[in-house]
T-cell receptor
Framework: AQSVTQPDIHITVSEGASLELRCNYS??????LFWYVQSPGQGLQLLLK??????LVQGIKGFEAEFKRSQSSFNLRKPSVHWSDAAEYFC????????????FGKGTTLSVSS | GAVVSQHPSRVICKSGTSVKIECRSL??????MFWYRQFPKKSLMLMAT?????????EQGVEKDKFLINHASLTLSTLTVTSAHPEDSSFYIC???????????FGEGSWLTVV
């Protein structure tokens, strides 16, 4: 079955510290991979995506993610967290053919302490 | 980048009434649109997939007679919540995909409150 697992429900990080949010997936074929961020009451904002090529993907707001096929993982990282990064983060996977919806993980809530 | 617009962004309706949410792709033709529902502090749950000109494909457990989805044109899909109940109150998000690409674009979401 296709699924996305985000093992950490809630993470608190000190401002300026590094961040890693975990994402593991189960998919029948090589998927497309995404990370989205959602602020309270808002829609989704795409942080980055992986389709092919370099397995280290750079995104907006200083985020990056690394696709590791052997571990079925697509972890999100940021070297220095800002208070404005506090939000809900969703990992998602999608098929390589058009017409297939993204499957989302349950999300990780990021809190930033000063 | 491509833009997907949802309207209304917030709506309050009375129990028993119907409410329609629109999802428009503003600068591309969306052959496929997806509708999600999100409960507070929860993930996005796929409700249905609609292809232009075809009947929507609903996910298991989603009442197709209650959540009517129409995708009559390549730029517009609508979700109508019929005979709304308070438990239908939720955040509904649409996304759209063009035939020529694999990227899926999300709307800003619509808050529905049924009183």
């Amino acid at each position: 079955a296709q699924s996305v697992t985000q093992p950490d429900i809630h993470i608190t990080v000190s401002e300026g510290a590094s961040l890693e949010l975990r994402c593991n997936y189960s998919y029948g074929a090589t998927p497309y991979l995404f990370w989205y961020v959602q602020s309270p009451g808002q829609g989704l904002q795409l942080l980055l995506k992986y389709f092919s090529g370099d397995t280290l993907v750079q995104g907006i707001k200083g985020f990056e993610a690394e696709f590791k096929r052997s571990q079925s993982s697509f972890n999100l990282r940021k070297p220095s967290v800002h208070w404005s990064d506090a939000a809900e983060y969703f990992c998602a996977v999608g098929a390589r053919q058009a017409g297939t919806a993204l499957i989302f993980g349950k999300g990780t809530t990021l809190s930033v302490s000063s | 980048g491509a833009v997907v617009s949802q309207h209304p962004s917030r709506v309050i309706c009375k129990s028993g009434t119907s409410v329609k949410i629109e999802c428009r792709s503003l600068d591309f033709q969306a052959t496929t649109m997806f509708w999600y529902r999100q409960f507070p502090k929860k993930s996005l749950m796929l409700m249905a997939t609609s292809n232009e000109g075809s009947k929507a494909t609903y996910e298991q457990g989603v009442e197709k007679d209650k959540f009517l989805i129409n995708h009559a044109s390549l730029t517009l899909s609508t979700l109508t919540v019929t005979s709304a109940h308070p438990e239908d109150s939720s955040f509904y998000i649409c996304s759209a995909q063009q035939a020529s690409g694999n990227t899926i674009y999300f709307g800003e979401g619509s808050w529905l409150t049924v009183v």
